[in-house]
């Protein structure tokens, strides 16, 4: 496992996620006030694209490649919201429920990235 490119991806993650979902948070919110969308789906695009450019250059041992990234990307995602919200109790609408929070972003975060290493197994052929 490359562990220090798996912390720097989920540090980078991490700060797209908030990022993206500052700027882009308000605009759902306004429009769907009772649906919170917007994270989720920031959150499986970015986890999608880092999470590919992690896996491709894994050559064996794809998917318990991609189960322990996504550890890593979860604890990573943990320590900074612990850092930057919890501790210094920050207000934030995305952390109103941490313990959804939490555990929707392990399930997502878990899933892409298992199943990345489970396609970059495959082979394809498409002809």
């Known amino acids: 496992m490359k562990v220090k490119l798996a912390i720097i991806f989920g540090i980078v993650i991490w700060a797209l996620s908030y ?3 500052a700027v882009f948070g308000p605009i759902f919110t306004t429009r769907l006030p009772h649906i919170d969308i917007i994270i989720p789906i920031i959150s499986i695009v970015v986890t999608g ?18 189960i ?4 890593v990307f979860v604890i990573i995602d943990i320590i900074l919201d612990m850092i930057f919200f919890i501790l210094p109790n920050v207000p934030n ?3 109103e429920n941490y313990t959804i929070h939490i ?9 892409i990235t298992t199943l990345l290493g489970y396609l970059a197994q495959m082979k394809i052929d498409l002809k």
């Open 19 to 21: 990022a993206l979902s």
């Open 49 to 66: 694209f880092f999470g590919i450019l992690y896996i491709r250059n894994i050559e064996t041992n794809e998917v318990v490649e991609g």
């Open 68 to 71: 322990l990234v996504g550890i």
């Open 93 to 95: 609408p995305m952390f």
């Open 103 to 111: 555990i929707s972003v392990a399930v997502i975060t878990l899933s």
